[in-house]
């Protein structure tokens, strides 16, 4: 509910920031979105027994489910900036858990392709990375780095939580019981989310973080279909814009497409039970949730670019190592490559989209940066559909996994080629 400008004078002030609470209900939404979108890895083999289909054909599916959730973003800036934080989440979460609570009645796999392919992926593309990154530019003039490396770091805690909690309800009460407790969860934040979100500190009588003007929302303009077009064509015509999505494309190749997707699998295929599996992607969330955060505090402070050669550079030799990590099957080379991965996992995002802020502006950076994150999800998609189809034709993950690795040395050496005039450029043609 807005409130007037003569109520907005007359709050008292308070020493705690109300945006705070704004970036703890972000963290919970982000964190149940990623919970769910890890929720496929764990039903890949379990579907593939119950159902029959093939590892390939389960792993288009979630690969469609990938696409979507990147594809959406631009527009999901364009409608959080039209119609506010709370409508948008709440209706997105509303759609999720719906979905969710009619995939135990699934029988064919059009319907699995229908509620994991398109819905859950539209859903959940509502409240990816561009939720943050647009509470960021609302709330905080300071501090945005770290504030977009927490929320970033929430997929790493979704993952923590839930990876474990899902794998654990699979193997003793069956699959179904992993959603029915998803739903629940989704309940719980929905019913935050919808009490207590505001979608702009003048709602409480606040200026932004780090500032002292308090000052209306400016009204969203232009069409909300349209308007990521625009952005986007206009982005086109930039270098940094196709130097980021190009970096980003690996991102997502080398991370959520394959491994979060596939790990389990892969350690299944080397008799590593299905709960131990995910017990290593949780531990890589612990480590990314402490890497992500420090990411975004480093971003505040250094180059951006260098930082991104410096993550792509370890996440190549990290995937590098896997293979002979699983051959070993020593727990401690697994744990090992855990703990080294899960530090770098999506480290990349904050100076991501601390460059795309500084190329393009604020006002377009939330839909800019949702281009960008399509990238990632193309990157993605292409590595959960193809990691999948290599394993159903070689009958090891072991090539994907480093061919995946130099590739994020080609992303390592293309971030040190977006030049900071080049960034200047990209503002001023906006």
Not at 81 to 108: D, E, H, M, N
Not at 321 to 340: D, G, K
Not at 364 to 379: C, D, K, L, N, T
């Amino acid at each position: 509910m807005s409130m007037t400008e003569e109520q907005v004078q007359i709050r008292p002030k308070s020493r705690f920031y109300y945006g705070w609470i704004i970036v703890l209900l972000t963290f919970a939404t982000l964190l149940i979105s990623a919970g769910i979108r890890s929720l496929p890895s764990v039903l890949l083999v379990p579907f593939q027994n119950e159902f029959g289909w093939s590892r390939g054909s389960i792993s288009s599916v979630i690969s469609i489910g990938i696409f979507l959730y990147g594809l959406v973003g631009p527009f999901s800036a364009a409608l959080l900036l039209k119609f506010g934080f709370r409508k948008v989440i709440v209706a997105s979460l509303a759609v999720l858990g719906l979905s969710l609570a009619v995939t135990p009645l699934i029988r064919s796999f059009w319907q699995y392709e229908l509620l994991w392919g398109i819905v859950s992926g539209l859903a959940t593309g509502m409240m990816a990375n561009v939720l943050g990154v647009t509470v960021s530019n609302q709330w905080f003039v300071k501090r945005k780095g770290l504030v977009v490396g927490l929320l970033t770091a929430s997929a790493a805690t979704g993952q923590l939580l839930f990876l474990p909690l899902f794998a654990k309800l699979t193997s003793e009460l069956g699959w179904r019981y992993a959603v029915y407790a998803a739903v629940f969860s989704i309940v719980v934040v929905l019913a935050a989310v919808a009490v207590w979100m505001r979608n702009h500190p003048y709602e409480v009588g606040a200026a932004p973080y780090g500032s002292t003007e308090m000052a209306k929302p400016v009204p969203f303009k232009g069409n909300i279909f349209l308007a990521p077009l625009q952005n986007l064509r206009m982005a086109l015509g930039s270098a940094t814009f196709w130097l980021l999505a190009g970096t980003f494309f690996f991102c997502g190749l080398s991370t959520n497409g394959l491994i979060g997707t596939h790990l389990i699998a892969a350690c299944g295929d080397h008799g590593i039970l299905e709960v131990a599996a995910a017990g290593l992607l949780a531990m890589m969330g612990v480590f990314d949730l402490f890497g992500t955060t420090i990411s975004g505090w480093l971003s505040d402070r250094f180059d951006s670019r260098k930082l991104l050669f410096v993550y792509y550079g370890f996440r190549g030799l990290s995937l590098l190592f896997l293979p002979y990590a699983l051959n070993s099957a020593s727990p401690y080379m697994l744990v090992a490559f855990s703990v080294f991965y899960g530090l770098d996992w999506i480290a990349t995002v904050p100076p991501t989209a601390k460059l795309a802020g500084e190329a393009f502006g604020k006002e377009r950076s939330g839909m800019i940066f949702g281009w960008v994150v399509v990238a990632h999800q193309i990157g993605a998609s292409a590595a959960a559909y193809g990691a999948g189809a290599l394993r159903d034709w070689l009958g090891s993950y072991s090539q994907a996994f480093v061919v995946a690795g130099f590739l994020c040395f080609i992303a390592s050496v293309m971030a040190m080629q977006i030049r900071k005039n080049q960034a200047r450029n990209a503002r001023a043609a906006a």
